[in-house]
């Protein structure tokens, strides 16, 4: 099987930097992908890495460290409308069927 | 290009009977991924289709069943409802088989409440 752990809740103020953390056990690892969606919306994809490294797309980047089963979402610049919930998720060995984290719900506050 | 099309939008029934969900994937997209996500709660995977065929399903009992047709649409039925399967049904469908690096694309979900 497999687990991924996040925080449950961020709070950060405008224009701000916040980093989403998130660890991973799962055997045959093959990526982690980040999600967002608002409240009462549908999740949509944000990024996906399969090496180590930053991926970087506008104000968002994210990070992965495969030694470390670790990695991370990066918001810069942070808006109003980046108050989300952003999940992480990998993909098991076997399943090929992405298993999602619980979700981290960001705040961000004027 | 049209997204993901989920119906009905909402859904009420009666602990006991059975729900039809339906879900038509992205033009040209294959394989169909289904997933529970209670109130506050993160995504739990429920099946995925590719091709027609079950690829996986997670940890659900058999009342929770599907199928996908040949036009790649997809159905979810859940029989003898329970009051705890009320959630926010999210069906995906990706471009490749596994669709870790080009990610999925999600319904807006059919909301199901058991009462």
């Known amino acids: 099987g497999q687990s991924l752990e996040q925080p449950s809740e961020v709070t950060a103020v405008e224009g701000a930097i916040v980093q989403i953390n998130c660890t991973y056990q799962t055997s045959g690892f093959y990526g982690l992908s980040w999600y967002q969606q608002h409240d009462g919306g549908a999740p949509t994809f944000l990024s996906y890495?399969?090496?180590?490294g930053l991926e970087e797309t506008g104000r968002f980047s994210s990070f992965l460290s495969r030694s470390d089963s670790y990695g991370y979402l990066l918001l810069q610049e942070l808006q109003m409308k980046d108050s989300a919930s952003y999940f992480c998720a990998v993909r098991e060995a076997g399943r090929r069927a992405l298993t999602f984290g619980s979700g981290t719900r960001l705040q961000v506050q004027p | 290009e049209a997204g993901v099309t989920q119906s009905p939008t909402h859904l009420i029934k009666t602990r006991g009977q059975q729900a039809t969900l339906r879900c038509s994937p992205i033009?040209?997209?294959?394989?169909v991924y289904w997933y529970q996500q209670a109130l506050g709660l993160g995504l739990q995977f429920l099946l995925w289709y590719d091709e027609g065929e079950e690829r996986n399903r997670g940890n659900f009992p058999p009342r929770f069943s599907g199928r996908q047709f040949p036009n790649y649409s997809s159905e979810l039925n859940v029989n003898a409802l329970e009051l705890e399967d009320s959630a926010l049904y999210l069906c995906?469908?990706?471009?490749?088989?596994?669709?870790?690096?080009?990610?999925?694309?999600f319904g807006s979900g059919t909301r199901l409440t058991v009462v």
């Open positions: 890495n399969a090496l180590d």
């Open positions: 995906a469908s990706s471009l490749e088989s596994g669709g870790a690096g080009y990610g999925y694309t």
């Open positions: 033009s040209g997209h294959t394989s």
